[in-house]
């Protein structure tokens, strides 16, 4: 990893995060806010730009799904599913008093950003 640079597999859980969340049947497992996140997390840089839109347009996003049967079956959603249990954990815990959550090496995961928005 490159200091001024997010890691190739923060870049690609975000853009797994958009391509699950672009599909109806994904829309559960991703939160729109998620989404919207990842999308702006991978707006910096020009390649960064053409992965997510990749990620969320129909055609090429259909190609990212041959490519993950081919490679790693499920990936996309299992990022989703470990991110929704995490995601359940971590509001159960505030439910029940904890105070604070705090982020280690999470690359580009969206959920400190969202809870601070709904727990400032």
């Not at 829309?27 to 839109?53: F, I, N």
């Not at 008093?97 to 705090?102: A, L, Q, T």
């Amino acid at each position: 990893m490159k200091p001024d640079r997010a890691s190739a597999t923060a870049r690609v859980i975000a853009a797994a995060t958009v391509m699950v969340a672009s599909e109806s049947r994904g829309g559960d497992l991703a939160p729109r806010r998620a989404s919207d996140w990842c999308r702006l997390l991978l707006s910096t840089t020009a390649a960064d730009r053409v992965l997510c839109a990749s990620a969320h347009w129909a055609p090429t996003r259909a190609l990212w799904r041959v490519i993950e049967r081919a490679t790693l079956p499920g990936i996309a959603e299992h990022y989703a599913h470990r991110k929704a249990w995490i995601e359940a954990r971590c509001r159960a815990a505030i439910a029940d008093g904890v105070e604070r959550v705090i982020v280690v090496g999470a690359g580009f995961d969206t959920l400190a950003l969202r809870l601070a928005d709904e727990f400032p």
